[in-house]
């Protein structure tokens, strides 16, 4: 799909060092909208442009563009802390976020760009009775569906992470946890990138600062979006716009079951290797990794109030902290560099919703909560197999509007992971 | 994170306090008689406004009483409190 002036290699590096590095082409265009395309995506995050990446690769909608407010990647894509893994309870969701899994483990190779998929395993603690029942029962809905997931004690937690403090004197005593080895990290703006190149060569229209204002319908068709960059007409408008999804709803006349609320992360200065695997730990609400660069990176929780300023309150971050240095005291005189959040799509059910809606030719690929970015790319390729066909794919077919109606929820609140 | 002037306490930190979701939304006055979409209506389906949206809020560190809030999501501003019961100010 990219022709070989465009290939990144080995080769392309050296030719490109001969003249400084100062020629390499742009890996994707900025095109002025056309007045009209076979399908619009609204959002220009992971999600949005995987989705038009394989709408491009697998159904051959090569007409189609992404509308973007900001720049690509600019959201919850840049925003999270890029962990990924598939251990969730019910097989719906196991089938969901396993087909992601899947794809992140050859994604590299397909976009032809190092998106740093690194599988250094996640591991889940338990802190008290209820905890240790609740992931032994997730590891055997795990194995059943043939998702690798071992149980550990507290000596193997220790054993593969020695800077856990697993003494049974600290407040929520380290009871044991869940490992699953082909979790890990990926670099999320390389995502973003990866797949608006990928995407760009096949001839998608990315359109950066263009903010959808309106949604056009005729009766209960869409006929186009408005948007700052004018008028687009098109049949076909898949939104992916996370924390906003409910505000481009509106503009349809649709309600979703959704709480956009802020979710916090933060960063430390970066140090030398300490910890090469990824720690979650629900109860005391604090998991960490570390960046390639060095910094750890820790996760805090979500405000209990709708909000989409991008900020949080300061008590959650405070909180988070004291679970981490009681759990890891030797990061106990670590100072922290950056601090920040993002909007998230909260769904009653901790579940996502990848569907059509009451409205022809308008579907939503929303309320992935707290955890979104690890299913990216099995996010994508299932919505576009969705808006192609207009109809969801078998594994995403749970993942419907209807269900809040019919009352066949996906409860995952337990493999969140954070508590929401 | 920010002030809240509790109705019956005064200005206190947010951290006393716990959000209860979008306000005025009716209970059923006939529970049996909803259909499944008026159901998942009531249950699930929410706003959730970018700008003003009316909001329950509980004084749950402090005198727990439940009252209501106006306020701007985008910015966090709050621009009403009224007591449960009170008619919500006009926008």
Excluded at chain 1, 337 to 363: E, H, M
Excluded at chain 1, 379 to 406: C, Y
Excluded at chain 2, 6 to 17: N, S, T
């Amino acid at each position: 799909m990219f022709s070989m002036k465009s290939k990144y290699s080995v080769f392309s590096i050296i030719k490109n060092a001969f003249s400084y590095h100062e020629n390499w082409g742009k890996a994707w265009k900025d095109p002025t909208p056309k007045k009209e395309y076979d399908a619009v995506i609204v959002g220009g995050g992971g999600h949005g442009l995987a989705t038009a990446y394989y709408l491009a690769k697998k159904h051959k909608m090569n007409n189609i563009a992404v509308v973007e407010k900001g720049w690509i990647g600019g959201g919850n894509t840049g925003r999270n802390t890029t962990i990924i893994r598939s251990n969730y309870l019910w097989d719906a969701s196991a089938g969901l976020y396993d087909h992601a899994l899947k794809i992140w483990e050859g994604l590299s190779q397909e976009l032809n760009y190092n998106v740093m998929f690194s599988q250094r395993g996640v591991m889940n603690l338990a802190h008290n009775l209820q905890d240790v029942r609740d992931l032994k029962r997730r590891t055997h809905a795990n194995r059943l569906n043939g998702i690798d997931a071992v149980y550990l004690s507290t000596e193997e937690v220790k054993k593969f992470c020695p800077i856990i403090n697993t003494s049974p004197d600290i407040r929520y005593p380290v009871l044991g946890g869940t490992l699953q080895r082909r979790a890990g990290t990926a670099r999320h703006d390389a995502v973003a990138w990866g797949y608006a190149r990928g995407a760009d060569a096949m001839g998608v229209d990315i359109i950066q600062n263009c903010e959808v204002k309106g949604i056009k319908r005729n009766g209960n068709s869409v006929e186009g979006i408005e948007t700052t960059k004018g008028f687009i007409k098109t049949k076909k408008v898949g939104v992916v716009a996370a924390g906003h999804s409910s505000v481009i709803a509106n503009m349809a006349g649709l309600r979703l079951p959704l709480e956009s609320k802020p979710l916090q992360a933060l960063v430390s200065e970066p140090v030398k290797p300490i910890i090469d695997t990824v720690v979650m730990s629900n109860a005391v609400h604090a998991y960490v990794s570390q960046s390639d660069k060095g910094e750890l990176v820790i996760g805090a929780g979500t405000d209990d109030y709708v909000s989409y300023t991008q900020k949080g309150s300061h008590q959650i971050v405070e909180g988070t902290l004291n679970a981490i240095l009681e759990l890891y005291p030797i990061f106990s005189r670590m100072r922290m560099l950056r601090q920040w959040g993002g909007i998230v799509d909260i769904c009653p059910d901790a579940s996502p919703i990848l569907s059509k809606t009451s409205i022809k030719g308008l579907y939503f690929n929303c309320g992935w909560g707290t955890g979104g970015f690890k299913a990216t790319p099995g996010s994508g390729d299932l919505f576009a197999h969705t808006i192609a066909n207009d109809e969801p794919h078998k594994l995403n077919a749970a993942f419907n509007l209807n269900r809040f109606v019919s009352g066949d929820l996906v409860d995952e609140h337990g493999a969140a992971a954070v508590a929401h | 994170m920010f002030l809240i002037n509790c109705p019956y306490c005064g200005e206190r930190d947010q951290q006393e306090f716990k959000a209860g979701g979008e306000a005025h939304i009716e209970r059923p006055k006939q529970p049996t008689e909803l259909s499944d979409d008026e159901w998942a209506e009531y249950l699930f389906m929410r706003k959730n406004i970018k700008g003003v949206q009316f909001e329950r809020w509980n004084h749950a560190h402090g005198c727990r009483k439940w009252f209501n809030m106006v306020r701007d999501t985008s910015n966090d501003e709050i621009k009403a409190i009224y007591k449960m019961g009170e008619k919500p100010p006009s926008q």
